[in-house]
């Protein structure tokens, strides 16, 4: 079965330090992978996803992920945080012709410091 | 902007009643996702829909209906609402490209 794991719930980086929120899955398929964040109060958006192409993937608001096969990892990096980056994050994975379903992981609040 | 749509956004209600969430969409997508959402679980999956008439359950689906009798409407029921059920509802769509979901705003439901 697949299954995401986040490392850390909360996560605390001042303004312009790098961002690092951590995802593994377990699958026994290459699966597609998908950061999403949510701002508060908010509907879940899109930030980039994997699917097999390109291994370093960039997304919007200057985020990016590399897909690592051999550590089941896809993290999620910024160079330099800003105070706008505050929110909650998911990573979620999705195999091919199983209906689409995402399985999410549990979150990672990302707080930025002035 | 995925054109979809989550009615009501705000329910409270009292334990036993039954409560139906609606979500609507604009651009004929044939699937269709009901999730909810709680702290340390992230989203999981209720049921979702791969066309009209066409549902199957997903992670969490007890003490869950759906129906969808056609493209645009995707009905969550909760037959008869316990605490448990209190969370955040959302509907999502799936996209053309690569199981890529979009989200609707969600429903909060408190059921007291």
């Known amino acids: 079965a697949q299954s995401v794991t986040q490392l850390g719930s909360h996560v605390s980086v001042s303004e312009g330090a790098l961002v690092l929120l951590r995802c593994n899955y377990s699958s026994s398929v290459p699966p597609y992978l998908f950061w999403y964040v949510q701002y508060p109060n908010q509907g879940l958006q899109l930030l980039l996803k994997y699917t097999s192409a390109a291994t370093l993937v960039k997304g919007i608001n200057g985020f990016e992920a590399e897909f690592k096969k051999s550590e089941t990892s896809f993290h999620l990096t910024k160079p330099s945080a800003h105070m706008s980056d505050a929110a909650e994050y998911f990573c979620?994975?999705?195999?091919?012709?199983?209906?689409?379903?995402?399985?999410f992981g549990q979150g990672t609040e990302l707080s930025v410091k002035p | 902007d995925a054109g979809i749509t989550q009615s009501p956004r705000h329910k409270v209600t009292e334990t036993g009643t039954p409560v139906t969430l609606r979500c609507h969409q604009t651009?004929?997508?044939?699937?269709m996702y009901w999730y909810r959402q709680d702290p340390g679980h992230g989203l999981r999956l209720i049921h979702y829909s791969y066309g009209v008439k066409d549902t199957d359950k997903g992670e969490v689906s007890d003490g869950y209906s759906v129906s969808r009798s056609k493209t645009e409407d995707f009905l969550l029921t909760l037959e008869s609402a316990t605490s448990s059920q209190t969370s955040v509802y959302f509907c999502a769509i799936k996209g053309v490209a690569a199981n890529e979901q979009f989200f609707g705003p969600g429903t909060r439901l408190t059921v007291l």
């Open positions: 979620a994975v999705s195999l091919y012709n199983q209906g689409g379903k995402l399985i």
């Open positions: 651009e004929n997508h044939r699937y």
